[in-house]
């Protein structure tokens, strides 16, 4: 399916923005292997065990090895997420000044190149989109450092217009600050916008910002029943767009 030949008749999309995790990218190779390293690191600093409350608090199926779709894991930003481990060590029974140490003991982000698997060849698609005159963005509640690194690592950055990240200091999703943030920045109107991510929030922060064209993908952590009461269009992944 073209994203160019979907959506009202005579759409004429100018821009294209692409949630990262579950988008472009694997979302459980990443952050699933990111949350079970950090749980083997917590106990590691903490002797104690953590991993199961850590696991159902981040929202992560370690016997299936999938991100729970609506859990925290799947779209929270990472300074978020570090207090949330603090309170899950706090639960285990340290102290707050102990949890506070084994949490900066065994904190790390995911390694952006290591672990990323994209789902189509980024550089090609981000490519024939700007070779038909779409410009290419990335709002995803990752930090701007992994994400700048993953993109790089993927050959793609240098097709990457401009893009939003969960630490620079905007309202995240579902809020469509992110999206109007883009159109403004591009000077695209929001009626030539297509938004495409793997989650309601994703689809929620382009319906809430009116762009012209909301896609879902199933590549991520939503079910398309999930997504398409939101969605314009549902497809199986971004590999599907040209």
Known sequence: MSILKVGPPDFNP???IFDKDGTLIHFDAMWGGWVTELADRLEAAAGLPARERLFEAMGFD??????IAHGKLAATPMSILRVLTVDVMR???LSQAAAESAVAAAW?????VLLARPFADLPALFGTLRTHGVKVAVATTDDRAPTEATLAGL?????????V???????????????????????VPLARTVVVGDSAADLQMGRGAR???VVGVLSGVSAAETLAPLADVVIESVAGLV
């Open 211 to 213: 762009a012209g064209l």
């Open 155 to 163: 050959g793609a950055a240098q097709f990457v217009d401009t893009m």
């Open 91 to 93: 639960e285990c029974g």
């Open 14 to 16: 100018g821009l294209i």
């Open 108 to 112: 790390h982000i995911p390694d952006p």
């Open 165 to 187: 990240c969960a630490d620079d200091g905007l309202p995240v999703k579902p809020a469509p600050d992110m999206v109007t943030t883009i159109c403004d920045r591009l000077g």
């Open 62 to 67: 370690a016997a299936a090895g999938r991100v």
